[in-house]
């Protein structure tokens, strides 16, 4: 029965979306705010029927046979119930709902309230429904199976287990971004009380995604035994695209809260975010992509999402088109100001985004046209996008030290001196140690300037306060302290881990060495195990470098139910950076012998770590009380810290 009760549940929060829509479209906002709150409680148990339905393994139900087994672990059946189409997209509408019920119980009342939550409702209606009627997790099986296939072993790693939900959390938390930038627009409020209630909302979405984000890039890098953690797989690129514009959506709030300006640009950006996360969607699941990460390979429900694409894209362009005529233009401002670089940050994300969807789907509409597969990967994107993110990275440290309207550039550059001179000292640091790889080069320059440009702004805030001082700056301004430093740290790993990244293959039988940066590798042979739903094949190597030694034991597993291998590699961390070994395959014809891929990944922490700082940052500036606190329509408007800080009076 706990099926049919997941079920009636989902079909119960489904008539509670309607009516929220309706309530909202009406006006009403409280009776929307419970329809609201009502339909994300019956959700939310809907997905805890399906999640008890993975742990007690009923094969019963379709979905469990399908993704599940009796010998996986506990962890995994859980992690089972959305590691996959059907019940990642219940998830996908339980989050919709909660960020309306959170809305509904946060939010000031009035009609901007109420259009949000109609907006919502209608959005999480359409999911429900695709879900309901083309996607139903809850579908019995008329003669159940003894057993299930159990989840796709690739996804059961506890990165993957979490990235879903927090992918989510960024991708349906835009939904709610959208919602109220169209209930702003229905009702002309797009200015900087608008800005100031959606900004939450932006910085929660934006830093929730960047930690998905990050899961899915750790994941790939120790799970598919590829070595690298990044490989621009159109997957990987329908999340990066939202971030992109969410990011540009973030710092374009700021002007709009601020100064009344960009209200048109702004309110733009927030309809195309949410507008990439359905693409990223329709891209994952429509089986138009053949990837490790995507969730589905069905061309009917694919033409359902992007028919659900279209409804939302004409919607809320056609409502923009409408209404953006209107809106106020803002104070004028000189070029050399605080609006003007935000301007600049705004275009450059901007076209990165456009870059990267470009390259994306450009395969996708040559084969649709001639049938030609074509792949576009890399090189494209180092060659159009490095450079746009390069020049992107150089404006934050004076950037966040500029004033509104205008500024003085003499001042700013002067107090950046030392920032500069700490970074043409690193690149001449990373020339020697890198052979002149003049990528590294740059990149180590722009992560130290960076780095360097905004301690130097926070210590300018601090001034002669000392201790006292810093702990009494707001979180907000902390929060851009973090997230830039985080940006300088990633850029600095990226840069040194892509273009230091020493690699080779080896064939090895029992006994025999290979060398590799100063490592030698005695390959002592392969031993059997098993695991709970597994068998492997664990290779014994003994990794000498000087006087440290150490044990390494790849894997290869083989999972009988799922009838699928995967590579389990072996990590040594060190201060410099990653030793990584892979287990590959028996060599035909020498008995005994295997290939061993063996890399030495220098500062890939850092890469990890970077974008762990820069999602606390996003987090710390989403709690500043400043930016929590609930505000009416006719408040006034004080100026407050942000991602992108005011100057010092």
Sequence with gaps: MIAELGHLLTVLAFGLTLLAAYHGFSGRDELAARAMGLSAVAAIFGLVALVMAFIRSDFSVE????????????????????????????????????????????????????????????????????????????????????????????????????????????????????????????????????????????????????????????????????????????????????????????????????????????????????????????????????????????????????????????????????????????????????????????????????????????????EAVSGEKISVGSPYFDMTLAPLMAILFLAPPAAQSFAWRKADLTPVLKRLIIAGALAIAAAGATFILLAGKLWAVLGVAIGVWLIAGTITDLLRRIGGGGVARAFALSASIWGMTIAHIGLGVFVIGASVEVNGRVERTFALMPGETAELDNWTFTFNGVQSDEGPNYFSQVADITAVKGRREMQLAPQKRFYPAAGMPTTEVAIRKSLTGDLYVALGDEVRGRPGAWTLRVSFNPMIDWVFGGAGLIALGGFMAFASKRLRQRVEVDDPITVEPDLVAEPAE
Excluded at 339 to 348: D, S, T
């Design 63 to 366: 979905l469990v046979a399908r993704h599940s087994h009796s010998l996986k672990p506990f962890f995994y059946k859980i992690a089972g119930a959305w590691g996959n189409h059907e019940g990642s997209m219940l998830l996908w509408c339980v989050i919709m709902l909660g960020y309306g019920a959170i809305a509904g119980a946060v939010m000031a009342p009035g009609r901007l309230k109420a259009r949000a939550l109609g907006v919502q409702g209608a959005l999480a209606a359409l999911s429900l429904a695709y879900l309901l009627f083309a996607s139903s997790p809850f579908t019995r099986l008329a003669d159940p199976p003894l057993d299930g296939n159990g989840l796709n072993p690739l996804l059961q790693d506890p990165a993957l287990a979490f990235h879903p939900p927090f992918l989510y959390l960024g991708y349906v938390g835009f939904s709610f971004v959208f919602s109220i930038a169209a209930a702003g627009l229905i009702e002309g409020q797009v200015g900087r009380e608008w800005a100031r209630r959606v900004r939450p909302w932006a910085l929660f979405a934006w830093s929730a995604l960047t930690i998905g984000i990050s899961l899915g890039a750790i994941w790939a890098y120790y799970e598919l035994g590829w070595g690298g953690w990044w490989f621009w797989d159109p997957v990987e690129n329908a999340s990066f695209m939202p971030w992109l514009v969410g990011a540009a959506l973030v710092h374009s709030l700021i002007v709009t809260q601020k100064r009344g300006s960009m209200a048109a640009w702004t309110v733009l950006l927030a309809v195309l975010t949410f507008c990439l996360s359905i693409l990223g969607a329709f891209l994952v699941r429509s089986g138009v992509l053949t990837s490790v990460h995507a969730f589905a390979l069905d061309p009917e429900r694919g033409a359902l999402l992007l028919a659900g694409l279209v409804i939302v894209g004409v919607f809320a362009l056609g409502l923009y088109a409408w209404r953006a005529p209107k809106l106020e233009a803002g104070p004028v401002f000189d070029p050399i100001s605080r609006e003007g670089a935000l301007i600049l940050n705004n275009l450059f994300l901007s076209v990165a985004a456009a870059t990267v969807l470009v390259g994306t789907l450009y395969p996708l509409v040559v």
